[in-house]
Protein backbone atom coordinates (compact mmCIF):
# COMPACT_ATOMS: atom_id res chain seq x y z
CA UNK A 1 0.00 0.00 0.00
CA UNK A 2 0.75 3.20 -0.58
CA UNK A 3 0.28 6.05 1.86
CA UNK A 4 0.31 9.46 1.10
CA UNK A 5 0.74 12.14 4.17
CA UNK A 6 0.92 16.46 4.31
CA UNK A 7 -1.73 18.86 2.92
CA UNK A 8 -4.92 18.58 1.90
CA UNK A 9 -6.48 21.78 1.60
CA UNK A 10 -8.52 23.81 -1.01
CA UNK A 11 -7.72 25.03 -4.15
CA UNK A 12 -10.01 28.44 -5.26
CA UNK A 13 -9.63 28.61 -9.32
CA UNK A 14 -10.19 31.92 -10.14
CA UNK A 15 -11.83 32.96 -13.49
CA UNK A 16 -12.90 35.98 -15.49
CA UNK A 17 -16.80 36.44 -16.24
CA UNK A 18 -18.62 40.21 -17.02
CA UNK A 19 -15.68 41.81 -15.41
CA UNK A 20 -15.93 39.80 -12.25
CA UNK A 21 -13.53 37.37 -10.88
CA UNK A 22 -15.41 34.08 -9.72
CA UNK A 23 -13.67 31.07 -7.25
CA UNK A 24 -14.55 27.31 -7.85
CA UNK A 25 -13.27 25.44 -5.34
CA UNK A 26 -11.36 21.78 -5.52
CA UNK A 27 -10.39 19.63 -3.25
CA UNK A 28 -6.16 19.54 -3.25
CA UNK A 29 -2.85 19.82 -1.74
CA UNK A 30 -0.30 17.87 -3.47
CA UNK A 31 -0.17 14.54 -1.58
CA UNK A 32 -4.08 14.52 -1.57
CA UNK A 33 -3.96 15.20 -5.07
CA UNK A 34 -1.51 12.19 -5.73
CA UNK A 35 -3.93 9.49 -3.07
CA UNK A 36 -6.53 10.52 -5.66
CA UNK A 37 -4.93 9.36 -8.21
CA UNK A 38 -3.55 6.41 -7.01
CA UNK A 39 -7.05 5.09 -5.71
CA UNK A 40 -8.34 6.34 -9.29
CA UNK A 41 -6.16 3.90 -11.18
CA UNK A 42 -6.96 1.23 -8.64
CA UNK A 43 -3.87 1.24 -6.13
CA UNK A 44 -4.19 0.37 -2.41
CA UNK A 45 -3.35 3.56 -0.80
CA UNK A 46 -4.21 5.92 1.61
CA UNK A 47 -4.02 9.56 3.15
CA UNK A 48 -2.88 11.01 6.43
CA UNK A 49 -3.32 14.96 7.00
CA UNK A 50 -5.09 17.46 9.32
CA UNK A 51 -7.55 20.22 8.15
CA UNK A 52 -9.20 23.26 10.41
CA UNK A 53 -12.98 23.22 12.11
CA UNK A 54 -14.31 24.88 9.29
CA UNK A 55 -16.32 24.82 6.66
CA UNK A 56 -13.73 24.00 3.63
CA UNK A 57 -12.40 21.69 6.48
CA UNK A 58 -15.63 19.47 6.62
CA UNK A 59 -15.98 19.53 2.78
CA UNK A 60 -12.60 18.25 2.58
CA UNK A 61 -12.98 15.79 5.45
CA UNK A 62 -16.47 14.46 3.45
CA UNK A 63 -14.80 14.23 -0.05
CA UNK A 64 -11.54 12.39 1.35
CA UNK A 65 -13.95 10.13 2.80
CA UNK A 66 -15.94 9.40 0.05
CA UNK A 67 -13.17 8.00 -2.12
CA UNK A 68 -13.38 4.62 -0.36
CA UNK A 69 -9.10 5.03 0.48
CA UNK A 70 -7.92 1.83 1.97
CA UNK A 71 -6.36 4.17 4.48
CA UNK A 72 -7.32 7.17 5.46
CA UNK A 73 -6.57 9.41 8.94
CA UNK A 74 -7.85 13.25 8.37
CA UNK A 75 -9.20 15.39 11.20
CA UNK A 76 -10.05 18.66 12.05
CA UNK A 77 -7.60 20.62 14.41
CA UNK A 78 -10.49 22.86 16.21
CA UNK A 79 -7.57 25.10 17.01
CA UNK A 80 -7.10 26.01 13.29
CA UNK A 81 -8.26 26.81 10.10
CA UNK A 82 -7.47 25.04 6.81
CA UNK A 83 -5.24 26.35 3.87
CA UNK A 84 -6.58 27.86 0.89
CA UNK A 85 -4.55 28.51 -2.08
CA UNK A 86 -5.72 30.81 -4.45
CA UNK A 87 -4.90 29.96 -8.58
CA UNK A 88 -4.91 32.07 -11.18
CA UNK A 89 -4.61 30.52 -14.38
CA UNK A 90 -2.68 31.78 -17.57
CA UNK A 91 -2.27 31.06 -21.10
CA UNK A 92 -1.88 27.32 -21.28
CA UNK A 93 -3.09 26.67 -18.08
CA UNK A 94 -0.04 27.91 -16.41
CA UNK A 95 -0.82 29.09 -13.18
CA UNK A 96 0.13 31.16 -10.16
CA UNK A 97 -0.52 30.48 -5.98
CA UNK A 98 -1.04 32.45 -3.41
CA UNK A 99 -1.74 30.59 -0.16
CA UNK A 100 -3.53 31.67 2.94
CA UNK A 101 -2.13 29.74 5.36
CA UNK A 102 -2.00 31.64 8.68
CA UNK A 103 -3.05 29.70 12.35
CA UNK A 104 -3.77 26.38 9.54
CA UNK A 105 -3.23 22.43 9.92
CA UNK A 106 -2.25 21.42 7.09
CA UNK A 107 1.40 21.37 9.22
CA UNK A 108 0.20 20.42 12.51
CA UNK A 109 0.77 16.51 12.32
CA UNK A 110 1.46 14.42 15.20
CA UNK A 111 4.17 12.89 15.26
CA UNK A 112 2.91 9.58 16.98
CA UNK A 113 0.45 9.14 13.61
CA UNK A 114 3.94 7.80 12.19
CA UNK A 115 4.18 4.65 14.07
CA UNK A 116 0.63 3.86 12.16
CA UNK A 117 1.77 4.92 8.63
CA UNK A 118 5.47 3.22 8.94
CA UNK A 119 3.53 -0.12 9.53
CA UNK A 120 0.86 -0.13 7.04
CA UNK A 121 2.32 1.35 4.20
CA UNK A 122 5.00 -0.30 1.70
CA UNK A 123 5.88 3.62 0.10
CA UNK A 124 5.36 6.29 2.37
CA UNK A 125 4.98 9.36 0.02
CA UNK A 126 5.77 12.89 1.95
CA UNK A 127 4.11 16.65 0.71
CA UNK A 128 6.85 19.17 1.27
CA UNK A 129 4.57 22.18 1.85
CA UNK A 130 4.37 20.85 6.00
CA UNK A 131 8.23 21.16 5.66
CA UNK A 132 8.57 24.89 5.80
CA UNK A 133 7.10 24.62 9.72
CA UNK A 134 9.20 23.08 12.38
CA UNK A 135 6.06 20.69 13.83
CA UNK A 136 5.70 19.25 10.07
CA UNK A 137 9.13 18.55 9.49
CA UNK A 138 8.91 17.00 12.91
CA UNK A 139 6.34 14.52 12.10
CA UNK A 140 8.15 13.90 8.65
CA UNK A 141 11.57 13.09 10.23
CA UNK A 142 9.95 10.46 12.23
CA UNK A 143 7.97 8.89 9.46
CA UNK A 144 10.29 8.52 7.72
CA UNK A 145 13.32 7.27 10.56
CA UNK A 146 10.50 4.88 10.62
CA UNK A 147 9.62 3.69 7.33
CA UNK A 148 13.27 3.10 6.85
CA UNK A 149 13.41 0.89 10.05
CA UNK A 150 10.39 -0.95 8.85
CA UNK A 151 12.10 -1.83 5.58
CA UNK A 152 9.63 0.18 3.49
CA UNK A 153 10.72 2.74 0.63
CA UNK A 154 10.13 6.40 1.03
CA UNK A 155 9.07 9.39 -1.58
CA UNK A 156 9.31 12.89 -1.65
CA UNK A 157 8.20 15.74 -4.10
CA UNK A 158 9.95 18.98 -3.69
CA UNK A 159 7.03 20.96 -4.99
CA UNK A 160 8.58 24.21 -4.10
CA UNK A 161 6.07 27.22 -3.59
CA UNK A 162 7.98 30.55 -3.39
CA UNK A 163 5.48 32.16 -0.79
CA UNK A 164 6.17 30.22 1.55
CA UNK A 165 9.59 30.76 2.54
CA UNK A 166 11.42 33.88 2.66
CA UNK A 167 13.84 32.72 -0.28
CA UNK A 168 14.62 30.19 -2.32
CA UNK A 169 17.63 29.62 -0.64
CA UNK A 170 16.02 28.75 2.84
CA UNK A 171 13.63 26.42 1.36
CA UNK A 172 16.48 24.71 -1.14
CA UNK A 173 18.45 24.23 2.80
CA UNK A 174 15.32 22.89 3.97
CA UNK A 175 14.45 19.98 1.37
CA UNK A 176 18.30 19.15 0.28
CA UNK A 177 17.47 16.81 3.59
CA UNK A 178 14.10 15.19 2.93
CA UNK A 179 16.08 14.50 -1.33
CA UNK A 180 18.59 12.71 0.82
CA UNK A 181 17.03 10.74 2.75
CA UNK A 182 13.67 9.92 0.28
CA UNK A 183 14.25 6.63 -1.75
CA UNK A 184 12.60 8.15 -4.36
CA UNK A 185 12.42 11.71 -5.68
CA UNK A 186 10.53 13.86 -8.50
CA UNK A 187 11.34 17.34 -9.74
CA UNK A 188 10.61 19.96 -11.62
CA UNK A 189 12.79 21.41 -14.19
CA UNK A 190 12.98 24.63 -12.25
CA UNK A 191 13.29 23.25 -8.65
CA UNK A 192 16.42 20.75 -9.99
CA UNK A 193 18.63 23.99 -10.45
CA UNK A 194 18.16 25.03 -6.97
CA UNK A 195 20.19 21.50 -5.81
CA UNK A 196 22.65 20.95 -8.37
CA UNK A 197 24.87 22.94 -10.46
CA UNK A 198 25.84 20.67 -12.83
CA UNK A 199 25.48 21.49 -16.43
CA UNK A 200 23.10 19.31 -18.30
CA UNK A 201 19.72 17.35 -16.89
CA UNK A 202 21.24 14.07 -17.26
CA UNK A 203 24.07 15.49 -14.43
CA UNK A 204 21.74 16.84 -12.60
CA UNK A 205 19.82 13.63 -12.22
CA UNK A 206 22.94 11.27 -11.82
CA UNK A 207 23.93 13.90 -8.99
CA UNK A 208 20.77 13.75 -6.73
CA UNK A 209 20.51 9.98 -7.67
CA UNK A 210 23.76 8.63 -6.37
CA UNK A 211 23.41 5.33 -6.33
CA UNK A 212 20.61 4.22 -4.61
CA UNK A 213 18.20 6.80 -5.13
CA UNK A 214 15.44 7.22 -8.05
CA UNK A 215 14.85 10.55 -9.30
CA UNK A 216 12.27 12.00 -11.72
CA UNK A 217 12.30 15.35 -13.31
CA UNK A 218 8.97 16.83 -14.84
CA UNK A 219 9.80 18.98 -18.00
CA UNK A 220 6.20 19.76 -18.98
CA UNK A 221 5.03 19.62 -22.54
CA UNK A 222 8.72 18.04 -23.15
CA UNK A 223 7.79 14.76 -21.39
CA UNK A 224 10.02 13.64 -18.53
CA UNK A 225 13.36 11.88 -17.29
CA UNK A 226 14.75 9.81 -14.60
CA UNK A 227 17.53 8.88 -13.09
CA UNK A 228 18.36 5.12 -11.89
CA UNK A 229 21.75 3.17 -11.44
CA UNK A 230 23.35 5.72 -12.77
CA UNK A 231 21.51 5.43 -15.86
CA UNK A 232 19.24 7.96 -17.75
CA UNK A 233 15.51 7.21 -19.00
CA UNK A 234 13.20 9.76 -20.81
CA UNK A 235 10.19 9.47 -22.23
CA UNK A 236 8.00 12.62 -24.75
CA UNK A 237 4.42 13.71 -23.41
CA UNK A 238 1.15 13.18 -25.05
CA UNK A 239 -0.06 15.91 -27.01
CA UNK A 240 -3.38 17.47 -25.53
CA UNK A 241 -4.62 20.94 -24.49
CA UNK A 242 -3.84 21.96 -21.86
CA UNK A 243 -6.60 23.52 -19.45
CA UNK A 244 -5.12 24.11 -15.87
CA UNK A 245 -1.73 22.57 -15.28
CA UNK A 246 -2.96 22.44 -11.57
CA UNK A 247 -2.26 18.84 -10.19
CA UNK A 248 -0.42 18.07 -13.36
CA UNK A 249 2.97 16.88 -11.75
CA UNK A 250 0.83 15.76 -8.53
CA UNK A 251 -0.81 13.25 -11.36
CA UNK A 252 2.54 12.23 -12.94
CA UNK A 253 3.90 11.14 -9.30
CA UNK A 254 0.76 9.08 -8.79
CA UNK A 255 1.07 7.32 -12.03
CA UNK A 256 4.74 6.52 -11.49
CA UNK A 257 4.16 5.45 -8.00
CA UNK A 258 1.05 3.61 -8.92
CA UNK A 259 3.62 1.58 -11.73
CA UNK A 260 6.17 1.06 -9.26
CA UNK A 261 4.27 -0.37 -6.85
CA UNK A 262 2.94 -2.79 -9.25
CA UNK A 263 6.61 -4.29 -9.63
CA UNK A 264 7.07 -2.65 -12.93
CA UNK A 265 11.27 -2.39 -13.51
CA UNK A 266 11.08 -0.98 -16.81
CA UNK A 267 11.70 2.68 -16.23
CA UNK A 268 10.71 3.95 -19.84
CA UNK A 269 7.05 2.14 -18.83
CA UNK A 270 6.84 3.81 -15.51
CA UNK A 271 7.58 7.36 -17.29
CA UNK A 272 5.15 6.89 -19.99
CA UNK A 273 2.59 6.19 -16.94
CA UNK A 274 3.62 9.15 -15.19
CA UNK A 275 3.49 11.27 -18.46
CA UNK A 276 -0.16 10.26 -19.47
CA UNK A 277 -1.58 11.19 -16.27
CA UNK A 278 -0.16 14.07 -16.12
CA UNK A 279 -1.44 15.24 -19.28
CA UNK A 280 -4.56 13.99 -19.06
CA UNK A 281 -4.86 15.93 -15.61
CA UNK A 282 -3.85 18.87 -17.34
CA UNK A 283 -6.65 19.22 -19.76
CA UNK A 284 -9.17 19.74 -16.91
CA UNK A 285 -10.08 22.05 -14.58
CA UNK A 286 -8.94 20.97 -10.89
CA UNK A 287 -6.76 18.24 -9.74
CA UNK A 288 -8.11 15.78 -7.16
CA UNK A 289 -10.36 13.35 -9.02
CA UNK A 290 -9.16 14.31 -12.65
CA UNK A 291 -7.89 10.78 -13.61
CA UNK A 292 -9.89 8.38 -15.30
CA UNK A 293 -8.06 4.51 -15.30
CA UNK A 294 -9.87 3.63 -18.95
CA UNK A 295 -8.31 6.39 -20.67
CA UNK A 296 -4.96 6.06 -18.85
CA UNK A 297 -4.91 2.86 -19.79
CA UNK A 298 -6.11 3.48 -23.14
CA UNK A 299 -3.53 5.63 -23.77
CA UNK A 300 -0.81 3.75 -22.88
CA UNK A 301 -1.77 1.26 -25.26
CA UNK A 302 -1.89 3.75 -28.10
Same mark, same amino acid.
Given at each position: ?????????????????????????? !??????????????????????????????????? %????????????????????????????? !?? %???????????? !??????????????????????????????????????????????????????????????????????????????????????????????????????????????????????????????????????????????????????????????????????????????????????????????????????
Amino acid at each position: MIICAGEILADLIGKEENGRVLYERF !AGGAPFNVACGLKQLGARCGFFGRVGDDLIGRYLV %GYAESLGFDYLNVRADRARNTTLAFVELG !AG %GERRFSFFRKNT !ADHALPPEAAEEIARAADIVHIGSLPLSEEDGRAFADRAIELAHAYGKKVSFDVNYRDDLFENEGQAADIYAKYIALADIVKLSEEEIEMFSCARSAEEMLRELAGENKTVFLTLGAAGSMACRGGKIFSQPSIEITPVDTTGAGDAFMAGVLFALGQGETDMNIVLRTGNVCGALTAARRGAAGALDKNLVEEKLKG
